[in-house]
C-alpha cells in the first residue's frame, strides 16, 4: 500500500520562506510525474507545480519565480521550495505522484492529505 505525506507547512510572515516535503512509502516500482497542488477555502483545487520523471518542470503562472519544485528519487520524495510568499499562498497544498507499484502493472495516481500553509503577519 503506497501512502505519500507531506510536511513542512505551517505559519509564515508575508515574504517569508517555506520548504514543504513530500515522502512516498509502501510497495513502489517506480514512481513517475510528482506534484504540488493547492486549495484556499471556496476556490478549486489548483496546480502548483509538475516535476517529471525526466526533472521537466511546469509552474502555475502565480507562483513562477517564487517557487521552486525537486524531487529525490532515492528518497521518493518531491519537495516545494516556496519564497516571497503571498497571503494569496495561503491554502491547503496537497502533493501526488503517479506511482507503478510492481512490474506490469499500470499506473496508479496517489495523494497525501495535505499540509496547511498560512502566510499573514
Known amino acids: 500500500q503506497v501512502q505519500l505525506v507531506e510536511s513542512g507547512g505551517g505559519l509564515v510572515q508575508p515574504g517569508g520562506s517555506l520548504r514543504l516535503s513530500c515522502a512516498a512509502s509502501g510497495t513502489i516500482f517506480r514512481i513517475y510525474d510528482m506534484g504540488w497542488h493547492r486549495q484556499a477555502p471556496g476556490k478549486e483545487r489548483e496546480l502548483v507545480a509538475s516535476i517529471t520523471v525526466g526533472d521537466r518542470k511546469n509552474y502555475a503562472d502565480s507562483v513562477k519565480g517564487r517557487f521552486t519544485i525537486s524531487r529525490d528519487d532515492a528518497k521518493n520524495t518531491v519537495y516545494l521550495q516556496m519564497n516571497s510568499l503571498k497571503p494569496e499562498d495561503t491554502a491547503e497544498y496537497y502533493c501526488?505522484?503517479?506511482?507503478?507499484?510492481?512490474?506490469?502493472?499500470?499506473?496508479?495516481?496517489?495523494w497525501g492529505k495535505g499540509t496547511q500553509v498560512t502566510v499573514s503577519s
Open positions: 501526488n505522484a503517479d506511482i507503478r507499484v510492481s512490474v506490469g502493472m499500470g499506473l496508479d495516481e496517489y
